[in-house]
């Protein structure tokens, strides 16, 4: 049973909340922006950049969107599973469980509170790229702390097994 729950734990992460993150990660970039207002230009074009001139895209962020909303909900089997396998192998004590725990908690409340809804605006409410770019540095912090539940999962300091 052990190995069945840690194959789905391991493979869940890789799928679910590796694609999640992905998806957060790649959201900004083709978020649609609103047009700066510019003065006519002389030579025939507004000087304003298109959708398709910088690679934006509100179709690519819509899919994105859908990815970090679908994905996130299943990537839910991650921590499932995770605790299922500690309780099965009497790990629950230990430190490095406890601390990927509460930075799993921490990266699902991230992605709840503040990624997710910051997309919604964006596709609602095309803004300037600040608002972006402050969604980027939200991606990263929750993109970290997954990398920091990787590398605990993998060294497992204090481990007693």
Not at 39 to 54: H, L, R, V, Y
Not at 64 to 89: F, K, N
């Given at each position: 049973?052990?190995?069945?729950?840690?194959?789905?734990?391991?493979?869940?992460?890789?799928?679910?909340?590796?694609?999640?993150?992905?998806?957060?990660?790649?959201?900004?970039?083709?978020?649609?922006?609103?047009?700066?207002?510019?003065?006519?230009?002389?030579s025939g074009t507004s000087g304003a950049t298109t959708a398709s001139e910088d690679g934006r895209s509100r179709r690519v962020a819509l899919s994105l969107?859908?990815?970090?909303?679908?994905?996130?909900?299943?990537?839910?089997?991650?921590?499932?599973?995770?605790?299922?396998?500690?309780?099965?192998?009497?790990?629950?004590?230990?430190?490095?469980?406890?601390?990927?725990?509460?930075l799993t908690a921490a990266a699902g409340l991230l992605l709840a509170w503040q990624i997710y809804p910051r997309q919604r605006r964006a596709l609602a409410?095309?803004?300037?790229?600040?608002?972006?770019?402050?969604?980027?540095?939200?991606?990263?912090?929750?993109?970290?702390?997954?990398?920091?539940?990787?590398?605990?999962?993998?060294?497992?300091?204090?481990?007693?097994?």
């Amino acid at each position: 049973m052990e190995n069945v729950l840690l194959s789905l734990h391991v493979l869940a992460s890789i799928v679910f909340v590796g694609g999640a993150a992905v998806a957060t990660s790649l959201f900004p970039r083709y978020a649609p922006v609103a047009e700066p207002v510019s003065a006519p230009a002389t030579s025939g074009t507004s000087g304003a950049t298109t959708a398709s001139e910088d690679g934006r895209s509100r179709r690519v962020a819509l899919s994105l969107h859908r990815i970090t909303r679908v994905y996130s909900m299943l990537g839910l089997i991650v921590p499932a599973a995770g605790v299922a396998l500690a309780v099965a192998q009497g790990r629950m004590g230990e430190i490095w469980v406890n601390v990927s725990m509460a930075l799993t908690a921490a990266a699902g409340l991230l992605l709840a509170w503040q990624i997710y809804p910051r997309q919604r605006r964006a596709l609602a409410e095309p803004g300037d790229t600040r608002a972006l770019s402050a969604l980027s540095m939200i991606t990263g912090c929750f993109n970290l702390l997954w990398a920091v539940v990787v590398v605990l999962m993998i060294i497992r300091p204090g481990d007693h097994g």
